[in-house]
């Protein structure tokens, strides 16, 4: 049987009004170590499986600061019927708010076919730092298909919008040269605020595999590939600390 299951997390300056998970998606606030809120994402069965419908909304609420991680990797698994699976993503930031969003990687098991939307929408006077990691396959296993499209808008107007596939299914060349060059991990970071819209980023190359480029409007986007995880991660935090 498919799993239908919806996590809510409400964050404001004095503290977490809305903090509600569901199925697979267990939610626990644990300490920080910065500023703010730190909301854990625990996976409480396996999910998602072919057929599953995933949904996190994620609303900080004007001049709040929240942080959400996971515990562990998210794993896309073969279900027992043929339907895709879908996670998605819907966050929201006020205000003078921040939200970092650090999930862990998303893992694409041969055979399965996860489909994932996240959609922000950021006030003006908002900050996002968001993190995108897909690995395709397990060790010496053929990547699940997997499509991932992200759309951000700031202050109402679009930032970014696109869309990436993976795997069996996937338009060709996707493992080519021009996409993933034979690298079995890719990811991204974002980064929308205020201050890139005062000093906007510049385009530079971070390592052989890893950019960093301005976006239409205040935000940047480094976008990496790598052999594993481990070394995808390691290019990604280089970035997130260098800020």
Same mark, same amino acid.
């Given at each position: 049987?498919?799993?239908?299951?919806?996590?809510?997390?409400?964050?404001?300056?004095?503290?977490?009004?809305?903090?509600?998970?569901?199925?697979?998606?267990?939610?626990?606030?644990?300490?920080?170590t910065?500023?703010g809120?730190?909301v854990?994402?625990?996976?409480?069965?396996?999910? &998602?499986?072919?057929?599953?419908?995933?949904?996190? *909304?994620?609303?900080?609420?004007?001049?709040?600061?929240?942080?959400?991680?996971?515990?562990?990797?998210?794993v896309?698994?073969?279900?027992?019927?043929?339907?895709?699976?879908?996670?998605?993503?819907?966050?929201?930031? %006020?205000? %003078?708010?921040?939200?970092?969003?650090?999930?862990?990687?998303?893992i694409?098991?041969?055979?399965?076919?996860?489909?994932?939307r996240?959609q922000?929408?950021?006030?003006?006077? %908002?900050r996002?730092?968001?993190? =995108? =990691?897909q690995?395709?396959?397990r060790?010496?296993?053929?990547?699940?298909?997997?499509?991932?499209?992200?759309?951000?808008?700031?202050?109402?107007?679009?930032?970014?919008?696109? =869309?990436?596939?993976?795997?069996p299914?996937?338009p060709?060349?996707?493992?080519?040269?021009?996409?993933?060059?034979?690298?079995?991990?890719a990811?991204?970071?974002?980064?929308? %605020?205020?201050e890139?819209?005062?000093?906007?980023? *510049?385009t530079?190359?971070?390592?052989?595999?890893?950019?960093?480029?301005p976006?239409?409007? &205040?935000?940047?986007?480094?976008?990496?590939?790598?052999?594993?995880?481990?070394?995808?991660?390691?290019?990604?935090?280089?970035?997130?600390?260098?800020?």
């Amino acid at each position: 049987m498919s799993v239908r299951a919806t996590a809510r997390i409400v964050a404001t300056p004095d503290g977490l009004p809305v903090l509600h998970g569901e199925g697979p998606l267990a939610l626990r606030r644990t300490r920080a170590t910065g500023p703010g809120i730190r909301v854990t994402v625990v996976g409480a069965m396996t999910a &998602p499986l072919g057929g599953d419908r995933l949904t996190v *909304e994620v609303d900080v609420r004007d001049g709040a600061v929240l942080t959400v991680d996971a515990a562990a990797a998210t794993v896309a698994l073969p279900g027992r019927t043929p339907e895709h699976a879908r996670y998605d993503l819907r966050l929201t930031v %006020g205000d %003078g708010a921040t939200l970092n969003w650090l999930p862990q990687q998303i893992i694409s098991v041969h055979g399965s076919d996860l489909r994932t939307r996240t959609q922000a929408d950021i006030a003006a006077g %908002g900050r996002l730092v968001l993190r =995108e =990691e897909q690995i395709l396959g397990r060790h010496g296993e053929e990547s699940g298909t997997l499509t991932s499209r992200l759309a951000v808008r700031y202050a109402g107007r679009p930032l970014l919008d696109q =869309e990436v596939a993976y795997g069996p299914g996937a338009p060709g060349g996707w493992a080519g040269p021009a996409v993933l060059g034979g690298h079995r991990a890719a990811g991204q970071l974002l980064f929308a %605020g205020p201050e890139f819209a005062e000093k906007p980023r *510049e385009t530079r190359l971070l390592g052989d595999t890893a950019v960093l480029t301005p976006l239409a409007g &205040p935000g940047a986007l480094v976008t990496a590939v790598a052999p594993d995880a481990r070394l995808l991660r390691r290019v990604l935090d280089e970035a997130l600390y260098d800020g």
